[in-house]
T-cell receptor, first 112, second 115 residues
């Protein structure tokens, strides 16, 4: 079983929709939870970062962590065509010096 | 600020040829790493380094060598290219300190095709 599971999609939604992206994981030692956004033919860039459980909001983006269920989510409100990208979750153990484990990435297309 | 710079951006090799993918960062990051990204497989860690002179294997190290003689540079060598090494390669660096988030900063990728 992979450390991190993520449905690769693809996911296609109309502009203005609410998008939900998810990852599940098996290692209860993960403490740092990140979402990266990767545009086509570019490198991934950090979008959201959460430590331990709870929610974090940044504009139209909300990251949620449920450690009891080993489940993390990224919500995008009022989605825009510019949000079309691949979204990867990245998880790390109890130290920022530990290895980052990535999900496979979910490809999202927002059509006008 | 250039960040993480990878060269070349595109390369075509024949089976058995060798080559080096270059990676340089100007952020004084101690941690550097190489990933490969294949369709449906996500990012897989090849090798990483926590400082000059220190390297270690990741998830898929076979067929690749690395060295770290300076803080800035972390080249990835393919000794005898195979078609299975056709992929997009990303170099990433991180400040690697307990005060940081551990965020990885990625280059734009090097697309390698092995015929």
């Amino acid at each position: 079983q992979k450390e991190v599971e993520q449905d690769p999609g693809p996911l296609s939604v109309p502009e203005g929709a609410i998008v939900s992206l998810n990852c599940t994981y098996s290692n209860s030692a993960f403490q740092y939870f990140m979402w990266y956004r990767q545009y086509s033919r570019k490198g991934p860039e950090l979008l959201m970062y959460t430590y331990s459980s709870g929610n974090k909001e940044d504009g139209r983006f909300t990251a949620q962590v449920d450690k009891s269920s080993k489940y993390i989510s990224l919500f995008i409100r009022d989605s825009q065509p510019s949000d079309s990208a691949t979204y990867l979750c990245g998880l790390r153990g109890g130290s920022t010096l530990g290895r980052l484990y990535f999900g496979r990435g979910t490809q999202l297309t927002v059509w006008p | 600020n250039a960040g993480v710079t990878q060269t070349p951006k595109f390369q075509v090799l024949k089976t058995g040829q060798s080559m080096t993918l270059q990676c340089a960062q100007d952020m004084n990051h101690e941690y550097m790493s190489w990933y490969r990204q294949d369709p449906g497989m996500g990012l897989r860690l090849i090798h990483y380094s926590v400082g000059a002179g220190i390297t270690d294997q990741g998830e898929v190290p076979n067929g690749y060598n690395v060295s770290r003689s300076t803080t800035e540079d972390f080249p990835l060598r393919l000794l005898s290219a195979a078609p299975s090494q056709t992929s997009v390669y990303f170099c990433a660096s991180s400040p690697w300190s307990r005060q940081s988030t551990g965020e990885l900063f990625f280059g734009e990728g090097s697309r390698l095709t092995v015929l």
